[in-house]
């Protein structure tokens, strides 16, 4: 089969109540995920930092390099995971007001005028 992932799966306007909600569902779960994963980061990163200023106090030239390198390289992946949990807000923000156009134009208005066929 020829093409790339992304004509295999295409983003369309037109999807289902039931595709919207099941998206909506899995991008909440990337999120939280999104989101624990930079709390672990966070508490990595700050176990790094105590350990990389002890290692100043006890002059550890060698031990502070690795420790720096290894800060360096869990805040970019916490970079990285903003970036992720963003797109995902901005997804979900998105999916929202598409199932809330769906839902609404499903269901009449309640200022809307029934028509009769009394005739």
Known sequence: ??????????ERDEMSVEELRK????????????????NNLDKQIN???KL????????????RYNLRMQLSISSGVKVMFHHF?????????NL?????????S???????EKLRIDD
């Open 1 to 10: 089969m020829e093409g790339n992932y992304w004509s295999l799966y295409p």
């Open 23 to 38: 998206q909506l569902t899995t991008s909440k779960q990337l999120l939280s995920h999104a989101n624990r994963q930079i």
């Open 47 to 49: 176990n790094l930092k």
């Open 52 to 63: 990389f200023r002890r290692a100043e106090r006890n002059n550890g030239n060698a031990i």
């Open 85 to 93: 949990a963003s797109s995902m807000e901005k997804k979900i923000a």
């Open 96 to 104: 929202n007001a598409k199932l809330d156009n769906s839902v609404s």
């Open 106 to 112: 499903l269901s009449p208005l309640p200022n809307e």
